[in-house]
């Protein structure tokens, strides 16, 4: 089993910036792809950024130029730099990994949620 923990949300101004991780954890895992969603009250789930395995990365539009996805594969860590917040970036974000552990299929898993909140 692979767990995702992320960390870093909170209540921030408008033009503000958060640093968002995601912590993958178990025993004799390996990683695909990660990826940020978030979803706001009243609305659908929606992709933010994703990040290959080998750095590779894909952003929705609506927070192209102000977001920035990487990873740390030694630590098996997934980030999200959020700069030029906005309230419409109000949602909780959620971190979203392809994951298998050493003998059996490739299964996704998702973290808790952290909460972003951007209001003056």
């Known amino acids: 089993q692979v767990q995702l923990v992320e960390s870093g949300g909170g209540l921030v101004q408008p033009g503000g910036s958060l640093r968002l991780s995601c912590a993958a954890s178990?025993?004799?895992?390996?990683?695909?792809?990660m990826n940020w969603y978030r979803q706001a009250p009243g609305k659908e789930r929606e992709l933010v950024a994703a990040i290959t395995v080998g750095g590779s990365t894909n952003y929705a539009d609506s927070v192209k130029g102000r977001f920035t996805i990487s990873r740390d594969n030694a630590k098996n860590t997934v980030y999200l730099q959020m700069n030029s917040l906005i309230p419409e970036d109000t949602a909780v974000y959620y971190c979203?990994?392809?994951?298998?552990?050493?003998?059996?299929?490739?299964?996704?898993?998702w973290g808790q949620g952290t909460q972003v909140t951007v209001s003056s």
């Open positions: 178990g025993s004799n895992f390996r990683l695909g792809a």
């Open positions: 979203n990994a392809a994951a298998a552990v050493y003998g059996t299929r490739w299964n996704i898993y």
